[in-house]
């Protein structure tokens, strides 16, 4: 893993550190052990990824969610097609950075490649292309730390199983009645459309997307990144009977997500006529973002 250059890492860096800390050291492929000790204090780049969570747990509240829904879901931002979305998210790509070798746009279509490379349904090979366009976050100015990483609910006690939850003792709702409970807010078996999950990239893209994909792909869209429902099995309190059948789906998305980086990087420009196509038959030209 690389090390940034500053103490100030790019939203690219750190979204990439991120998804190679999760690959290799928390989540390492199955059969396979974590290349590397994270729990190594010397690992400089562990030590990004650490200060990255601790922002991110710290600031992550019932209040911070709602406001940043309110903010961006109105999806006013701009309308653009599918293929200006990866371009405009390509332009994450730090220049002064030269160990990049994954960028973005790479990173949607080796996800969507092994997808069809499977005989997935179409759906689900868009699905892998579009699941991390919410990036484009970054691109207005947003902080790392409220639009990459673990994704869980707000609004109630913060599950000891997520990534780093020890620095949940900062965040001000863990100190508060209303939200520190199992429950919180929240009924049992509420079903998980009616959970605020912390702020980021999967939220928003759903919100994107959320009137063109059929619900499975909405459910990888939207939950790929809450690790602690569909890796460690928490919050089935809060979960209704639909989000149970939709789970295997989330499941079955991850793999593609995580592994799915292959020797020999797809060949956009042959490629384009395939995506094109697939695009236009789900999509509209121009989408709310
Ligand atoms: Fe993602
Ligand atoms: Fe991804």
């Not at 508060?176 to 919180?184: A, C, F």
Request: glycine share 4%; hydrophobic share 30%; with cysteine.
């Amino acid at each position: 893993m690389r090390e940034p250059k500053s103490s100030e890492a790019s939203p690219h860096q750190v979204g990439e550190a991120w998804e190679e800390f999760v690959q290799e050291q928390v989540y390492p492929e199955p059969g396979k052990k974590a290349k590397e000790d994270y729990r190594n204090y010397d690992n400089p780049a562990r030590d990004t990824v650490r200060r990255f969570y601790e922002e991110n747990h710290r600031k992550q509240t019932y209040d911070f969610v709602q406001a940043k829904r309110a903010e961006f879901l109105q999806l006013n931002r701009r309308e653009m097609g599918v293929f200006e979305a990866c371009e405009y998210l390509n332009t994450l790509v730090d220049d002064s950075d030269p160990d990049i070798d994954l960028d973005q746009l790479q990173h949607l279509l080796q996800t969507s490649e092994a997808i069809r490379a499977d005989g997935h349904e179409d759906w689900f090979v868009l699905t892998g292309l579009l699941h991390d366009l919410g990036k484009v976050l970054c691109l207005y100015g947003e902080p790392q730390w409220c639009v990459v990483g673990d994704t869980f609910p707000v609004g109630c006690r913060f599950s000891d199983r997520i990534v780093y939850s020890e620095y949940f003792d900062q965040n001000p709702d863990s100190r508060d009645s209303r939200y520190n409970t199992k429950l919180g807010v929240y009924e049992q078996g509420c079903g998980l459309r009616n959970v605020l999950m912390s702020w980021g990239h999967d939220e928003y893209l759903y919100h994107v997307m959320k009137d063109y994909l059929p619900e499975p792909a909405l459910y990888m869209i939207r939950y790929h990144s809450f690790y602690a429902w569909h890796r460690e099995h928490e919050y089935d309190w809060l979960c209704d009977d639909h989000d149970r059948a939709m789970l295997p789906w989330v499941k079955k998305f991850n793999p593609y997500d995580l592994y799915s980086k292959s020797p020999k990087p797809p060949n956009w420009e042959e490629l384009r006529p395939y995506y094109t196509d697939l695009v236009a038959k789900y999509l509209p030209a121009a989408i709310a973002f």
